[in-house]
């Protein structure tokens, strides 16, 4: 990576005897939109609000832009942030609400006045200078927020989950927006979410945190394709967990319900006799052989959902069970429960969860 | 009609005439002060006398500054209070409420003894001190009313999160406190003004045992020494008290509607 705009080095957030952040460690070069992933209290909000200034880290620096905030109050960081619950000011009008960095800042009203058209037209929103936040959608008034944020050319945008307050459509059009503004603006932005979809769609890098830490860091394709812990695979996804045994950890033999399957090369640290999580995404499983998958196991179809285009079927072999997503197809009719059936597998898209 | 809604109309017909029947004997006592026939001889002359001129000023201009010092004291505090120490809340909330339960001439016997004109702070020693001491009195007394006024203000806002959005835009203290929270929770201050105003245009106790030439002392003064003026002027003093929530109800029209709950 190139010279990091935002280092988070080493830091740690305790409250009280409750450790919620620990040794967070995250570089974001210029321009990069990097998204915090995690379920409710894993530590993204609070290392977010650690780079914004409202919280003090317990142990730590961050720097931005080569210069140490770490003690910087918020309002000296030159830093754009969105929340949640929009935060626009009730009393002010849209227009008032945007120039309000601006005014802070001293700038000379004529300029303010021609800064807040550009970001009025940026949000495609050029007639609503004069409405108050109450007059607005929501999707409208966190697009007055963002516009609010960035008025004011901050360094870095902070994103705390502002999509989670607005329904499925409105999210999707608003997240596409968000990331099309921040490429044309270039602006280095950090996201908190906790929906996946969210920041596999839109981010350069996703850090996937859980109890405090940074579980991975990664791309989306990287996160996705390749966690590198138990939770990731987990968290992101949907994904089918089988526990294996080493039966030859030279050769990469693990038997799975007494059936083997070769995992060559991916038995690192694992001896003979040992037990493994492994885990298969469902769309790399296929009912029956098909070319290119060179592992099958045997079982028997326990569950069928026919969700229309799709029909969702669960095989049990053994102690484990594996779900997997078939096309409906008029001409064959879908598997019976009680049915036995082989799956397959390229043994390449077996992951070894540590 | 149904039995209930009888009934609640009856109460409520018999509480408008306990609260209307005094009001409009009040009303027609004070027009007969001219044998014979109604006029409005009481209120010329309450309004003519130089007396009720000056003692009225004087508990106006104390009004202003009890309100001023209860917003300067009540605003910072509540705000404080709901952003950084909420758990200090029902002491606080206990500490304006002493007010209540102390009664005003066990305060102001406690001001005399620790501001007599041989104490270290003689504020009873001069006319403008007694005033400020008066004035500090009110604000004591108005506190329960002032602070409830604002906490419910602030109660409707998002306090810690548009406090967070003007500190990340750049603004201090100052300007969070005049550009963000005061404009909206003016109404509530306002509610808490005219409250305060209520208050001290009518209080005895404070004034005259600190010989405050009040508009209190002077309304007890006629009452005891008039029969027809003292009606008017509990008329007036009456019209003064609904103006005031009147004038709470209005302005109450023109608050900032909060974006999460437009009504």
């Known amino acids: ?354 | 009609m149904k039995a209930g809604k009888f009934w609640a109309w009856a109460v409520f017909i018999l509480g408008a005439a306990y609260f209307f029947i005094p009001l409009i004997a009040t009303v027609e006592f004070s027009l007969r002060m001219r044998r014979g026939v109604y006029s409005f001889d009481a209120y010329k002359v309450v309004l003519g006398d130089s007396q009720f001129q000056a003692t009225f000023i004087f508990s106006v201009v104390v009004a202003i500054f009890t309100i001023l010092l209860g917003v300067l004291i009540v605003v910072p505090t509540a705000y404080w209070i709901r952003l950084r120490l909420p758990q200090l809340r029902p002491v606080v909330e206990f500490i304006t409420l002493l007010p209540l339960v102390i009664p005003a001439i066990v305060i102001v016997f406690g001001y005399i003894r620790m501001y007599g004109s041989n104490s270290p702070l003689p504020f009873l020693g001069s006319n403008l001190g007694a005033n400020a001491l008066l004035v500090i009195g009110y604000a004591a007394l108005a506190l329960p009313y002032m602070y409830r006024a604002v906490d419910t203000g602030l109660r409707t806002i998002d306090v810690r999160t548009l406090t967070e959005a003007a500190q990340i835009l750049g603004a201090g203290w100052g300007t969070i406190i005049t550009r963000v929270i005061l404009p909206n929770v003016l109404i509530a201050v306002l509610s808490g003004a005219f409250l305060t105003f209520a208050i001290v245009i009518g209080e005895f106790t404070m004034a005259s045992l600190l010989n405050r030439p009040a508009f209190g002392p002077y309304l007890q003064n006629l009452v005891a020494n008039r029969a027809y003026e003292p009606a008017a002027l509990s008329i007036i003093a009456f019209a003064i008290t609904w103006g005031c929530m009147s004038l709470i109800q209005i302005l109450s029209r023109f608050a900032p509607k909060s974006a999460n709950r437009p009504n």
């Open chain 1, 1 to 354: 990576m190139a010279e990091p705009f935002l280092s988070i080095q080493h830091v740690r957030k305790s409250f009280g005897a409750t450790t919620v952040v620990e040794d967070f460690n995250l570089d974001v070069a210029p321009g990069e939109f990097v998204s915090f992933l995690g379920p409710s209290g894993c530590g993204k909000t609070t290392v977010l609000r650690m780079v914004a200034g409202f919280e003090e880290p317990s142990a730590g620096k961050i720097v931005v832009g080569g210069k140490d905030i770490t003690r910087l109050k918020p309002n000296q960081r030159n830093i754009g942030m969105v929340f949640q619950a929009y935060a626009l000011f009730p009393n002010l009008t849209v227009g008032q609400n945007i120039a309000f960095g601006l005014k802070v800042a001293g700038m000379p009203k004529a300029d303010a006045d021609r800064r807040v058209a550009e970001m009025l037209d940026m949000i495609k929103l050029p007639q609503m200078a004069d409405r108050y936040p109450y007059q607005l959608s929501g999707g409208q008034q966190q697009r007055i927020a963002l516009a609010r944020a960035i008025a004011p050319k901050p360094k870095l945008l902070l994103l705390d989950e502002p999509l989670s307050a607005l329904d499925a459509k409105v999210r999707v059009s608003l997240r596409e927006e968000i990331r099309s503004i921040q490429k044309k603006l270039g602006i280095t932005t950090i996201f908190v979410t906790h929906d996946q979809e969210e920041a596999l769609s839109i981010s350069d890098r996703i850090a996937v945190m859980y109890g405090g830490k940074a579980e991975q860091v990664g791309t989306p394709f990287e996160i996705y394709n390749r966690p590198a812990t138990k939770f990731v695979a987990n968290f992101v996804g949907t994904l089918n967990v089988l526990e294996g045994k080493v039966t030859d950890a030279a050769s990469g033999k693990v038997q799975v319900n007494s059936q083997e399957v070769s995992l060559k090369g991916k038995l690192n640290g694992s001896k003979s006799g040992d037990t493994l999580s492994l885990a298969l995404r469902p769309e790399a499983i296929s009912l029956a052989r098909q070319p290119g998958h060179d592992t099958s196991l045997s079982g028997e179809i326990a569950e069928v959902h026919f969700l229309g285009s799709v029909i969702r079927v669960r095989v049990g072999i053994g102690g484990n069970s594996v779900s997997l997503d078939t096309f409906n197809n008029s001409a064959t009719p879908p598997p019976a429960v009680g049915d036995k059936a082989d799956i397959s597998f390229s043994s390449g898209d077996m992951l070894v969860l540590h």
